[in-house]
């Protein structure tokens, strides 16, 4: 097949737009685990809760913008509800009961969605504003696609504001750094994180409701989205936001470029990469010391 | 000489936990470290066991350069240390404790023999706890040693590994007097009747300098001094660094 | 001290706590039990179960005993499961050869495993062991369609045994007692493992990793041979299951596999030896009864298991071994 720039570059955005659901994905799952230390086996849920909720509430209020929001904040809640009923009485156990928690939920929450919702997958239309593609030469450029490659960097910098500049932002840093210590300054750790879990299961919920008009929305639509999650995170380094950030840019492009060239390995593209990058650098391309 | 480390030095970043320091021990000797809070007793001690690499210089046994080598080489090598917080395998019996760190000289791949069925090991297993003095009490679960106990327990895994050489790191913290006096008897059998070669560090003097052949003063990382005991005590710089003006040189 | 003495103390001294003998004990009974199985349950149920609860030893070897925690054993299973019938449908070879190539698929994949992850603590070790598995399930599914017949499932002829002696294994009491003895070696072999040298360093890397490492033990080839040992064990079991469903499917190496042996050694007690074999039964039983009542099973699976961490985080085998404990310590001194 013949590659013109033109195509290339479709693909490039459409890698990119990719990667921007897998950057919200792994950003919420990074930061999570920093904070929590917990591998949240249910992220995956999360971003499928986001996608029905979204197909709900823009039936309710028939504006996709309005529907986006309210999804991202009840599904937020879901998630705190979630973090602070049952999640919270497991820290500080065995690493691995929180995780079977999560896993738990993963089971649990898409038998639900599937008993309400059937199995029938929802249809979630683009907005008005977004649909179709603008020209520009030769180039096709999906509106939609752009939206989300401009969100992306959006939610990045304001997520880089958040922890940096903001008050909370520094104590989440803190407390990822050093529970203890934080608790001694006087601050109540636990609110922080039922904070920092809101904010994780936040971002995998936008990561769903913005891919809920391009996807199919099933029940299990989010399973393997936990998994993918997990390999940008492993590739982008355990701990590191900014890895998870490259990470899920660079999966993009992998699965764009591979869907187009040799479709068949779409899938296991995902897995070759982490494990090439495993291989040239074990700790992922920024992960820590010590924190693996 | 046993063991020795030439122009040893650990830098974390600007720290520079341990600078320059020339140590060396011979065969069946007694070493203390001793010196004030942050001196660097304990870099110094974790770069001879191998938890630390050093930044420069290198540390040498038995004419072998183990500076790069890591914790379970030099432990296979001879060199054996114990924890200053106590580290044993709290759920296992202390015979179990002892016989385990026993078996990583005999055996630790081997899937099929049963593991109590080497009566060689289970025979060391019982010298040594009589050694340590607890040989009554090893169907105990480790746990519920009183707190000197298990520090005769620490001694006991580290001997168990057949050291040539054995670091000890504040075998005596937390221990009342009485407790302190028996240890320190015990250790200095050790030396006498295991012909052990053994390296201390110790935050009580009287330890020190009662069972010591030569003692090494660090300082802000560096060494201040090194002889024995009876010249450290008398010694007045060091007096001025750790023991404060003005006091007693120790008595044997 | 003389000689004599000291053999006198050696034999005075009990080595094996209560727990360990306790779990003999029960090994031996769970192991009469299956003798009994096929007439309690219907034949495929219990062979399903012989199955499993080999899987889900296997599954424990790594996560309770060795404290790794794995998310990708539907890799050992489902590589051991096409390994057996691959080399049957392509080398037209026999039965004991299809399990020892099964053994070698699942081994294999787990030394990869191993050599990728091997030092990696906790969440890390688990994402990439599912990652793994993953990649393994999508490469059965297309890009090796040709060789695993993907979807479809790669389909066995009827097998028979003709060593030592014969036997039908389309029969299902001959296969399910075929499939026994095999899953009952391979417990007697585990608790061997377990009892053995390598068994006793995995518990000390278990009680303090830190501790035992500065003894001597090399804690990164003792993990690497345990992942390896995981793998072998489940490779076996997949290669039972392959002649057991008469196929190799995809399914097998889908991640909910993996999933469901994580619930199901949990369920029976993730620190004790034959827990994961008796929270296999009672997991695979429930799921038969209550799956013809109710299409929710998902849904009553889920809430059950989080239910189990909060409450009875033990399992069943775990609490019963833990009340016992409890009852036995006024009498200890």
């Keep these: 097949m013949e590659l013109s720039w033109e195509i290339i570059l479709m693909q490039v955005i459409m890698g990119l737009a990719l990667g921007a659901i897998y950057v919200l994905l792994a950003s919420g799952l990074s930061i999570i685990f920093g904070l929590l230390d917990v591998l949240n086996f249910a992220h995956g849920t999360f971003y499928m809760l986001g996608a029905y909720a979204t197909f709900v509430a823009i039936s309710l209020c028939g504006n996709f913008w309005v529907g986006i929001i309210a999804a991202v904040v009840i599904v937020s809640l879901i998630g705190a509800l979630f973090e602070m009923t049952l999640l919270k009485r497991l820290y500080g156990t065995d690493q691995i009961y929180p995780l079977l928690m999560c896993f738990g939920l993963s089971i649990f929450l898409p038998d639900i969605i599937k008993m309400i919702f059937g199995l029938v997958g929802k249809v979630v239309d683009y907005p008005s504003l977004l649909q179709g593609a603008t020209f520009v030469d030769n180039l096709i450029l999906p509106k939609y696609r752009i939206f989300l490659v401009v969100l992306m960097a959006v939610v990045l910098l304001a997520l880089y504001l958040f922890m940096k500049k903001t008050s909370i932002g520094m104590i989440i840093r803190a407390a990822t750094r050093d529970r203890l210590m934080v608790n001694c300054l006087g601050i109540n750790v636990s609110r922080v994180w039922t904070v920092g879990f809101m904010l994780g299961v936040g971002l995998a919920a936008l990561a769903g409701a913005v891919a809920a008009p391009m996807v199919q929305t099933i029940p299990n639509m989010g399973d393997e989205m936990t998994i993918e999650a997990f390999v940008v995170v492993v590739i982008g380094g355990l701990g590191s936001l900014g890895g998870a950030a490259l990470g899920g840019l660079i999966l993009g492009q992998v699965v764009s470029f591979v869907s187009l060239l040799a479709p068949d390995w779409s899938n296991v593209s995902i897995f070759l990469t982490m494990a090439l990058i495993l291989v040239l650098r074990p700790r992922g391309l920024f992960g820590e010391e010590g924190r693996d | 000489m046993l063991l020795q480390t030439n122009g040893v030095c650990k830098y974390f970043g600007g720290l520079k936990a341990v600078d320059q320091v020339d140590f060396s021990i011979e065969q069946g000797k007694l070493k203390s470290i001793i010196g004030p809070n942050g001196a660097g007793k304990t870099t110094f001690f974790n770069l001879v066991s191998g938890l630390y690499k050093p930044t420069h210089g290198q540390v040498t046994f038995q004419g072998k350069d183990v500076s790069h080598a890591s914790m379970n080489e030099r432990s296979q090598l001879g060199i054996t240390k114990t924890y200053q917080i106590t580290s044993i395998f709290p759920r296992l019996s202390v015979f179990e404790n002892v016989r385990l760190s026993a078996q990583s000289r005999v055996s630790m791949f081997n899937s099929w023999r049963k593991a109590y069925s080497y009566s060689a090991m289970n025979n060391r297993t019982m010298e040594i706890l009589e050694h340590v003095g607890l040989a009554d009490q090893q169907g105990r679960t480790a746990s519920e040693l009183s707190h000197g106990e298990k520090r005769y327990l620490e001694i006991g895994i580290a001997l168990a590994t057949e050291p040539t050489i054995l670091l000890l790191d504040e075998p005596t913290a937390g221990m009342s007097p009485a407790e302190t006096v028996e240890a320190t008897h015990l250790i200095r059998k050790l030396s006498n009747e295991l012909k052990l070669t053994i390296i201390l560090i110790e935050h009580d003097i009287s330890v020190v300098m009662g069972i010591s052949d030569e003692v090494m003063v660090l300082h802000e990382g560096k060494k201040l001094a090194e002889d024995t005991p009876e010249k450290i005590s008398a010694n007045e710089t060091v007096q001025n660094v750790y023991l404060g003006k003005g006091a007693e040189p120790c008595s044997r | ?333």
């Design chain 3, 1 to 333: 001290m003389n000689a004599k003495k000291q053999t006198n103390e050696v034999a005075a001294y009990k080595p094996h706590s209560w727990q360990t003998a306790l779990e003999f004990r029960a090994m031996w009974a769970v192991l009469a039990l299956g003798i009994v199985l096929p007439f309690l349950v219907s034949k495929p149920l219990a062979t399903e179960i012989m199955i499993y609860a080999l899987f889900a030893l296997a599954f424990n070897l790594l996560l309770g005993h060795t404290g790794m925690i794995s998310f990708g054993h539907a890799g050992y299973l489902g590589v051991g499961s096409y390994a057996g019938a691959m080399v049957v449908f392509y080398g037209g070879v026999g039965v004991w050869v299809s399990l020892l190539a099964a053994m070698a698929g699942g081994a294999l994949v787990a030394a990869v495993v191993g050599l990728l992850a091997v030092k990696r603590k906790g969440a890390y070790f688990a994402m990439i062991s599912l990652a793994i598995a993953q990649m393994l399930y999508f490469l059965a599914l297309s890009p090796f369609k040709r060789w695993t017949e993907g979807e479809d499932s790669l389909k066995l002829p009827p097998l028979s045994v003709d060593f030592p002696f014969h036997l039908n294994l389309s029969d299902q009491t001959q296969l399910y007692f075929f499939v026994f003895v095999i899953v009952a070696l391979a417990v007697l072999a585990q608790w061997r493992l377990l009892n053995s040298p390598f068994g006793h360093a995995l518990k000390g890397i278990r009680e303090n990793e830190d501790r035992i490492r500065a003894c001597g033990f090399n804690i990164t080839r003792i993990k690497f041979l345990s992942i390896i040992y995981s793998g072998l064990f489940s490779g076996l079991a997949g290669g039972l299951l392959a002649i057991y469903l008469g196929a190799a499917s995809v399914t097998t190496l889908f991640w909910m596999t993996s999933g469901v042996v994580v619930m199901q050694t949990v369920l029976g007690g993730t620190h004790t030896f034959m827990g994961p074999f008796i929270g296999t039964m009672v997991f695979l039983y429930l799921r038969n009864n209550i799956s013809n009542y109710t299409d929710r099973w998902e849904m009553w699976v889920g809430a059950m298991f989080m239910a189990l961490i909060l409450l009875f985080p033990e399992g069943i085998w775990g609490t019963v071994m833990q009340k016992i404990g409890e009852r036995r310590r006024p009498s200890a001194s």
